[in-house]
């Protein structure tokens, strides 16, 4: 049987991967992966592992681009010649210059852009390993990447396909179910704020197919969007974890720093107390004599004349 043959849903109702038609694949995603750009995440969806790294807002150049209103969002999506099976050419395809205008427009309805007027906001995404939805996961890991980057934004972009394999539509499509199936909806959306920003469609479908696809997609979205603020948050509870990890070490140091100092003075002031006490008992002592040389003399005052 050839791969185009065989059967793509188990008999109970299960795909090959063994995931229902609503499980999204095992995702996971990471914030702020890398120290040299402004904000980053590493995306894990399947075999799928995309990278995106922003740096920005920065100054925009060549300067003819500059828009004094609002940043410029230049979003850059690229797969490495090692991430598919087939070695890809490294010039840039017309699919990666189109994945990339659509991965601009649609962080563009997101990003507060007007914060920052006449700069840049760049966003490259690196496909380092592909298995099917790509621009998609690229979508989620670039919108963590921007908030990640502290830039503000009216909400995330959470993305994921829906298609149709052996005439059921399901979500997020692995890269068999891409090539053996019928088609594929490809689905940027926002959920708090509830809009779609990009909307793909590749293959047939019939009209029902085509709104359970987007609402099936949505679904998905919801998924990966609780798993991107998971990763935001756990950035920023490792961050505070830090902080609060050193300000406990200052604090021991400063306790350590007083009790060193509080010895030192008690050290300082017995050793002034000791030398006081031996001064006291030297001048005693002269005193004490002195005083009974007088009153031997006074005692005896004959003496001086007798002994003339
Ligand atoms: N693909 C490939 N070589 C390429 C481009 C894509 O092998 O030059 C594979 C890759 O696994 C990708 C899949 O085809 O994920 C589907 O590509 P599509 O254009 O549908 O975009 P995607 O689904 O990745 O967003």
Redesign the pocket.
Known sequence: MTESERKLINPDGTRLDGRSKTDIRETSIEAGVSSRADGSALIKMGN?IILAVVHGPRELHPKHLVNPNKAVIRCTYR?ATFS???R?RPAP?R?ERE?SKVMTESLESVVLTHLYPRSAIDVFVQVLQ???????AALSAASVAVADAGIPMRDLIAGC?AGIIEDQVVVDLA?YE??EGTG?V?LGYAPSVDEVSLLQM?GNFTKEQLLESVELAKEGCRQVYLIQREALKKKYSDIREEVAEEIVEEAIELKENIEEDQADITDFMEEEEEEEEEDFIDYGDDDEEDDEKVVDDLLEPTTFFEEE
Request: with cysteine.
């Open positions: 799928n797969m598919v099976g087939d890809k395809s699919r994945i592909a298995d099917g939805g790509t621009r998609c396909a890269d891409d090539k594929d490809p590749d």
